[in-house]
Each structure stands twice: as structure tokens, then as C-alpha cells.
T-cell receptor, first 116, second 112 residues
């Protein structure tokens, strides 16, 4: 149980376009989801916390107008990279806190974004 | 906020030897410490975790120890195998939220 899916798994786009990434909790409800970015050979860095029914909380240095987050339902959060540039190329991973009684987070499979 | 450091950044061991990765954290109130294994291009996979009220936990070839006083915790892998080769991340969960703060990672190579 506690599966998180992410779509698409990879995307290539031209500079200046927008890309939407979906994160779904498949068999549990998640009022909170986390969005991480991971550059090659680096750790996972939290970008923002997505909250169902309210605005996302962004980490320092993350542009909220560039990385739009919408927590549309208890099972879906989306991250939209607006006007993407080559420096936005990265591995984006979402995660959700576990159902009650469990400790760890459940990660999506990640989305590899390449901006040309 | 919480800050997690991890050493070494790279580690090479011979198959069958043990590997030890150490992490330190800054927030003494952090209460949960998971370890993740990440293979190239894949999601992090939880391999073991420990709560702040426990000093040691073992699961077959993998063990984690926690020293709350010193604010450090370590991952121990015994009888390493080539399939243990991956990047390992430690993390700490601060008490004020559900999020984790990750260490920078250790690239483990098990040489046959």
C-alpha cells in the first residue's frame, strides 16, 4: 500500500514552454505533498510543500511564480514549471507523508525534465 | 532549521567487507531518522529507519545506530554485495513538520 505515482516520467521541452508534472497518491489520501528537485550527483532539495485547500509553502530561494503548485484534491498535486529554461533541467520527485500510524514518506518515481 | 551532514561522500569497499556511513544533525528535537538507497534515475527507497527513542536497529545485513547526545547516526552494511552499490541518503525529521531534511548523500561502490 501507500503508492505514489508521478507523470510524466520524463519530458523534453523547448526553452520558454511550460511543463506540468502530476503527483498522485493511489491508495491513500494526502493532504500534504512535498516537491523535491535533484540535480545530478546531488541530494534531494525540498522546493515546496503542497497543501490541499490552501496555498503551497515554498522554500527560501524557490520562485513561486515560476514553480506553480496546485493541490487539486486529496490525491493529486501538480507542479508546473513555467517558462522553463535549461537551468531548470533536473529530476523532480514528489512525496507524500504516510497514512496515520506510519513514519516514512512515500516517493513518486520522479520526472526527469530536460529543457533544450 | 535542521541541517544534516553526511560522510563520506564516496565509499568503495571490496565485496564481503562492511561499509559505514555517518550522519550528523543539528536540531536535537528531530525525532525520526530514515536511510534511503537511490539507484540511478530511480526514486529513493527506504532501507531502514530509527526513532529517537531507540539506540540501535538491525535488519539482516543492515543496521542503524543513533547517538542522541552527540546528534549523529550511522548506517552499517555488512557482507556487502555488488547490488548494494548505489547512493545512500540519510535524513532527519524535525519536530515541527512532516518533511525530511536530507544529507548530501554517499556514493557506495562495492567492488567484486
Amino acid at each position: 500500500g501507500a503508492v505514489v505515482s508521478q507523470h510524466p516520467s520524463w519530458v523534453i521541452c523547448k526553452s520558454g514552454t511550460s511543463v506540468k508534472i502530476e503527483c498522485r497518491s493511489l491508495d491513500f489520501q494526502a493532504t500534504t505533498m512535498f516537491w523535491y528537485r535533484q540535480f545530478p550527483k546531488q541530494s534531494l532539495m525540498l522546493m515546496a510543500t503542497s497543501n490541499e485547500g490552501s496555498k503551497a509553502t515554498y522554500e527560501q530561494g524557490v520562485e513561486k511564480d515560476k514553480f506553480l503548485i496546485n493541490h487539486a484534491s486529496l490525491t493529486l498535486s501538480t507542479l508546473t514549471v513555467t517558462s522553463a529554461h535549461p537551468e531548470d533541467s533536473s529530476f523532480y520527485i514528489c512525496s507524500a507523508p504516510p497514512p496515520r500510524g506510519r513514519e516514512t514518506q512515500y516517493f513518486g518515481p520522479g520526472t526527469r525534465l530536460l529543457v533544450l | 532549521g535542521e541541517n544534516v551532514e553526511q560522510h563520506p561522500s564516496t565509499l568503495s569497499v571490496q565485496e564481503g567487507d562492511s561499509a559505514v556511513i555517518k550522519c550528523t544533525y543539528s536540531d536535537s528535537a528531530s525525532n525520526y531518522f530514515p536511510w534511503y538507497k537511490q539507484e540511478l534515475g530511480k526514486r529513493p527507497q527506504l532501507i531502514i529507519d530509527i526513532r529517537s527513542n531507540v539506540g540501535e536497529k538491525k535488519d539482516q545485513r543492515i543496521a542503524v545506530t543513533l547517538n542522541k547526545t552527540a546528534k549523529h547516526f550511522s548506517l552499517h552494511i555488512t557482507e556487502t554485495q555488488p547490488e548494494d552499490s548505489a547512493v545512500y541518503f540519510c535524513a532527519a525529521r524535525p519536530p515541527y513538520g512532516q518533511n525530511f531534511v536530507f544529507g548530501p548523500g554517499t556514493r557506495l561502490s562495492v567492488l567484486p
